[in-house]
């Protein structure tokens, strides 16, 4: 095989596989901080919810959305001797949570950077925007059949 063809192979898978790349890469950076998830007084919106369960589950649905129920005596915990400093992350965590934000956000960007030269570079415009279209519609169809 000659890097021409390995060339032209590359750039249509790329160009087949970006718009899943580009959703895990988004979706995957909402996760990184829990935004995916009710927590406190945070309540995700719902399309991130649905989003996530497709990025987790492969499927686009939410359970239910997370409504704040009234807490009971029996639903909280006892009260602790110990500092509240047990919740929070260790700052390696906290900063490679950082970085891993960081990674999904530069994935993004070199993404979109190979698809614009996916799109520009090549000589078959009609096949490329094909594929990409294809790319980003069979997950969808997948999803609702």
């Known amino acids: 095989m000659s890097m021409v063809n390995i ?11 970006a718009p899943s790349v ?20 945070y309540q995700p919106l719902l399309v991130i919810e ?8 492969q499927v686009f649905a939410a359970s239910h959305h997370h409504e704040a129920a009234p807490k009971t005596d029996a639903d909280s915990p006892p009260p602790a001797d110990d500092d509240d400093d047990d919740d929070k992350p260790a700052l390696s965590t906290l ?20 698809l614009w030269m996916g799109l520009t570079q090549t000589r078959r415009k009609r096949r490329a925007w094909g ?8 997950p969808v169809i997948l999803l609702i059949v």
Do not use: M, N, P
Request: zero cysteines; proline letters at 0%.
């Open 7 to 17: 060339r032209q192979w590359h750039t249509y898978l790329g160009l087949f596989i």
């Open 22 to 41: 580009l959703f895990f890469a988004l979706t995957g950076a909402l996760q990184i901080f829990s935004l995916h998830e009710a927590h406190g007084k």
């Open 50 to 57: 649905k989003l996530s369960k497709v990025h987790k589950d």
């Open 95 to 114: 900063i490679l949570k950082w970085f891993f934000l960081f990674v999904a956000l530069a994935l993004s960007v070199s993404t979109g950077f190979g």
């Open 131 to 138: 594929l990409l279209v294809a790319g980003a519609l069979v």
